[in-house]
T-cell receptor
């Protein structure tokens, strides 16, 4: 599994887009990039994952750099319910290795 | 659809007692995972099963910990004897066919060992 680097914390305003960066310079060619988030007092929740191409779903978009050494999770319009710790993980889904993640604060 | 169900939600017990945590995965999922989360160590994978068979238990901290999956709809994580350093939130997760399918987590069991 690839080591990932994320900022410890980020802040955003409600209804504005949020770009959460992740560096994974040691990622192998077959490792997926997974994003999970954990709201207070809850278990982690799947957000999105991808391999090479950018991915979109109802929750977020994932932009993957062409060299795959970094990626960005995009929340198009942050809401107060998006305040959580966001984890970026490089690897296979059976062995997710969670780092410290980025704590996102959303201001009203 | 019902999500992953864990019980109990909270457990407080004294050091030396046996603790059993329970998990019911999402119906049809064939992978089941046990994690532990502490402030110091974050979220760690303890063990995972595929089709009720333990595949990787390298994260299990020591012999006091054991996990079983007697059937596709039930798993237990047992600690015997428990110690204060086992205090943590324990999460169970399940997924379908493992191959980069998302894991679905339960709400966790908050365990306090006095």
């Amino acid at each position: 599994d690839a080591k990932t680097t994320q900022p410890n914390s980020m802040e955003s305003n409600e209804e504005e887009p949020v770009h959460l960066p992740c560096n994974h310079s040691t990622i192998s060619g077959t490792d997926y990039i997974h994003w999970y988030r954990q709201l207070p007092s809850q278990g982690p929740e799947y957000v999105i994952h991808g391999l090479t191409s950018n991915v979109n779903n109802r929750m977020a978009s994932l932009a993957i750099a062409e060299d795959r050494k970094s990626s960005t999770l995009i929340l198009h319009r942050a809401t107060l319910r998006d305040a959580a710790v966001y984890y970026c993980i490089g690897g296979i889904s059976e062995k997710l290795v969670f780092g410290k993640g980025t704590k996102l604060t959303v201001n009203p | 659809d019902a999500g992953v169900i864990q019980s109990p939600r909270h457990e407080v017990t004294e050091m030396g007692q046996e603790v059993t945590l329970r998990c019911k995965p999402i119906s049809g999922h064939d992978y089941l995972f046990w994690y532990r989360q502490t402030m110091m160590r974050g979220l760690e994978l303890l063990i995972y099963f595929n089709n009720n068979v333990p595949i990787d238990d390298s994260g299990m901290p020591e012999d006091r910990f054991s996990a079983k999956m007697p059937n596709a709809s039930f798993s237990t994580l047992k600690i015997q004897p428990s110690e204060p350093r086992d205090s943590a939130v324990y999460f169970c997760a399940s997924s379908f066919r493992g191959n980069n399918q998302p894991q679905h987590f339960g709400d966790g069991t908050r365990l306090s060992i006095l």
